[in-house]
Structure formats: structure tokens, C-alpha cells
């Protein structure tokens, strides 16, 4: 799980293909085992829910973790909701889904991946199936009465699938085709939208990417920088704690600066800024200048 979780934070943080393609060698490893060793189909009418637990719910669990190890959504929900602020506001809630999709997107990664994974391994699926009612009717029909009992029993006995090849081998199509429709329809989805953005984007393909790499730079020398002033900050109040005196002043940024710098930062065609900071001193810089003018 830790592994995981690493892994999980690797791919958010960094957003490169080789992160995305080390989750889903990781989902794929640990579908096989859990496959392989952990999955034990019950043979009974219970085979439906047994296999759709092990087909889904491991997923909408990784589909969590993505969104717990991704700081983009907490860094727009943190505070969002207080007594001062207005929760319900259309620009809140604006800015909250223009994060939400992209970090929706990337979370996505794990999940489909151990969902297309499994159903080309047919397991999960041919455990589900031979316990669904429509699957029997299909199956069964003018077959006599211990068919279903027969199905139910597929992916346990060796013996009877090698007798009921047919039914088997359908099932594991099924599932196969089922994972291969689903691994076209995320590409095409994933191409149109990636089409879209960039059709509709304000910034031409280099501007976009210079943003991504001082995104990515700010945010390692905001976390130094950071450390270093928090340090300086704890230092001074330990001092005059165990020395008895007086602090001396401290420039720290004021909650409202704190605000700015946390919201969503858009391209402007007139005016671009890379990221809030970037925004924030620019137009701090400029009101600074115009004062100087006017004095």
C-alpha cells in the first residue's frame, strides 16, 4: 500500500508518462496476484457478488487514493467552506470544477487500469457472470434444470468447463471484449479532450509549456523557501521564549496575501501570468510603482 501510495503521488506530482505508465505496471502486477491468489470464486449463486466486489471495488478505492495524494484539489478546498467566505458562490464553485476534472482525469489512471486489467484476465468477470440471471437465461435456455447449477460451478470445475467449453470460452470473451472496448473508448475520449483543450487554450504550445515548467520550479522554490522562513520564524519565537524578551519584528505574509496566492490562476490573453505568485508580485509591483509615481 505504501508503494502505492508513492507511486500514486509520483504520477500526480510530475504528470509525466513514465509516472502513468509505472501505475499501471503496478495495477497490473497486483491484479495478477490478487487474481491468482487472493480470488477464490464461491461457485454458487453468490458468484455475482463476489466477482463484482474484486472487479470494482478495488478500483473506486484507488480512484480515493488518487484524490488524496493529489495537492492541487487540497490546495483549492482548503478553506473554501469558512464562515468568512461564501461556499456557495458561483466563482467558487467555478474554480472548484475547473480543478476538479483535470484532478478527476489523472485519478482515473489507476482505477480503469486495474478495471481493463481484470477483464482481460477474465477472472473476475467469469466469476460475476456465472452468477447473473440474464448470463443464465442466456445460456440455460432449453437446457433443463441443473444448468444453472452447472454454470455456477464453471470457474471452479476443471472437468466440467473442459465438457462446457463453449459457455467458458464465452465468458472469457466477453469479459476480453468488454476490456478492449473499454481501453478504445479512453483513448478516443482521452484524444478529443486533449484536442479540445488545446483548440480552445488562449496560449500558443510553447507558451504552454514554458507555464508547465515554471509551475513545476516555483513550486520547489516555494517549498524551500518556505522551510527556511518557517525555520527562521521558529528560531526567533524559541529564542525569546528561553531568553525572556521581546520578538523582533518579522515580515510574514498577511492572510489576505495568504488568499491570493491560493486561488486558480487563468491565461489572459492581455495580461499572462504563470501561476498566483507570479500574478501577486507583478500586480504588487505595479501598484508599488504607481505610488512612487504619485508621490
Not at 502513468?20 to 464461491?42: D, G, N, Q, R
Request: net charge neutral; with cysteine.
Amino acid at each position: 500500500m505504501d508503494r502505492l501510495r508513492e507511486a500514486l503521488h509520483f504520477c500526480i506530482r510530475h504528470q509525466t508518462i513514465l509516472g502513468y505508465s509505472a501505475v499501471s505496471l503496478l495495477m497490473a502486477a497486483t491484479e495478477h496476484i490478487f487474481s491468482s491468489v487472493v480470488f477464490k470464486c464461491p461457485c454458487n449463486s453468490r458468484n455475482i457478488v463476489y466477482g463484482s466486489f474484486f472487479l470494482l471495488v478495488p478500483a473506486f478505492i484507488l480512484l480515493l487514493l488518487g484524490y488524496m495524494v493529489n495537492t492541487r484539489i487540497w490546495h483549492q478546498l482548503t478553506g473554501s467552506c469558512s464562515w468568512e467566505k461564501k461556499c456557495s458562490s458561483s466563482e467558487t464553485c467555478a474554480h472548484f470544477c475547473q480543478v476538479l476534472v483535470p484532478v478527476t482525469a489523472r485519478a482515473l489512471v489507476a482505477p480503469l487500469t486495474w478495471i481493463v486489467v481484470a477483464l482481460l484476465g477474465a477472472n473476475f468477470y467469469e466469476c460475476a457472470a456465472s452468477g447473473s440471471s440474464l448470463i443464465g437465461h442466456l445460456f440455460c435456455k432449453d437446457k433443463g434444470p441443473d444448468c444453472r447449477e452447472k454454470l455456477f460451478t464453471i470457474p471452479c470445475d476443471e472437468e466440467l468447463s473442459a465438457q462446457i467449453s463453449s459457455e467458458r470460452f464465452s465468458l472469457q470473451a466477453q469479459s476480453q471484449l468488454i476490456g478492449w472496448f473499454l481501453i478504445a473508448s479512453i483513448v478516443t475520449v482521452a484524444l478529443i479532450s486533449k484536442c479540445v483543450s488545446r483548440c480552445c487554450s488562449s496560449v500558443n504550445y510553447l507558451q504552454h509549456k514554458f507555464q508547465k515548467i515554471y509551475s513545476k520550479e516555483e513550486q520547489e522554490v516555494f517549498e524551500i523557501k518556505a522551510k527556511e522562513h518557517a525555520t527562521q520564524l521558529a528560531e526567533r519565537n524559541t529564542n525569546c521564549f528561553f531568553k525572556a524578551t521581546d520578538p523582533a519584528p518579522f515580515p510574514t505574509p498577511s492572510e489576505e496575501e495568504w488568499q491570493k496566492i491560493s486561488l486558480l490562476c487563468t491565461f489572459d490573453s492581455q495580461e499572462v501570468y504563470y501561476n498566483m505568485i507570479h500574478k501577486h508580485v507583478s500586480k504588487k509591483g505595479g501598484k508599488s510603482a504607481e505610488s512612487k509615481e504619485e508621490d
